[in-house]
């Protein structure tokens, strides 16, 4: 899967040239490079997966990345206490085309309680959700018919379930991969010890469930309201435009590049 880079806004303290220094909240830029792991609904197949599945029911224009709850871009993105919606903004280059994509817009979390009736939950379900569509193929028109076949119970078992889309993910992960999520938290001071127990570098994981990993383990929803297109194949003749979402519905504009 390709990687690219992903900034947000660290409202952290910054330290100012006053005199006597004084250390002032002031919004800094944040940037890593993070890997993408498809589009919601639209986990990549991948024969190595042990976690269930959901049917090919939905497709989305929301980009996933996978994270630990603990890290800085938690907070830089909202909050996983309010499921998120923080701002960011994504960067792909791919030089072999020559081509860039920059795509703004919030930042969204789901973890193991995806489907919970609780509200920081609901809103990042109503937020996505919007942003998705019943799938064309035809496995997706095929479980599109057996759910208007099937009785409440068997609807019951085959509806499409946003844990089962997070669970699938973690899956997705390598063992050691998994394991990462019950490292010591990212960014504490290596001085201070691993911390809680049960904490450590280099585990593996093969259960889909491991409580301390699944505690940790979050699917960031990257949900796009502008993508800024440049073309540089033709160094004679670039291009750009500029995508804008209003109203559920995209609109371009040409810009000189």
Request: hydrophobic share 35%; aromatic share 8%.
């Amino acid at each position: 899967m390709p990687a690219f880079t992903i900034s947000t806004i660290h409202d952290g303290p910054m330290k100012t040239t006053t005199s006597p220094p004084v250390t002032a909240a002031r919004p800094q830029p944040r940037a890593r490079t993070v890997v993408f792991r498809g589009f919601w609904g639209e986990l990549p197949a991948n024969p190595h997966n042990p976690a269930p599945r959901n049917p090919q029911y939905w497709q989305s224009e929301v980009l996933c990345i996978t994270t630990d709850v603990r890290m800085a871009k938690v907070d830089e993105l909202g909050g996983d206490e309010n499921g998120g919606g923080g701002l960011f903004e994504a960067v792909f280059w791919m030089p072999d085309i020559m081509t860039q994509w920059r795509i703004r817009g919030r930042g969204y979390f789901l973890g193991q309680d995806a489907d919970d009736d609780v509200d920081k939950c609901s809103l990042v379900r109503d937020q996505v959700q919007s942003r998705m569509w019943r799938a064309s193929s035809e496995e997706g028109q095929e479980c599109r018919q057996g759910l208007e076949e099937s009785s409440e119970t068997d609807r019951a078992t085959k509806l499409w379930s946003w844990a089962r889309e997070v669970t699938a993910h973690f899956g997705n992960l390598s063992p050691m991969m998994r394991g990462s999520f019950r490292n010591p938290a990212p960014g504490t001071a290596l001085s201070s010890g691993p911390g809680r127990e049960g904490l450590g570098q280099g585990q593996s994981v093969e259960d889909l469930h491991d409580a301390l990993a699944r505690e940790n383990f979050r699917v960031v929803l990257l949900v796009p309201d502008e993508v800024d297109y440049v073309d540089l194949s033709d160094s004679s003749k670039a291009k750009r435009w500029l995508y804008t979402i209003d109203g559920g519905e995209w609109g371009a504009q040409e810009l000189w590049p």
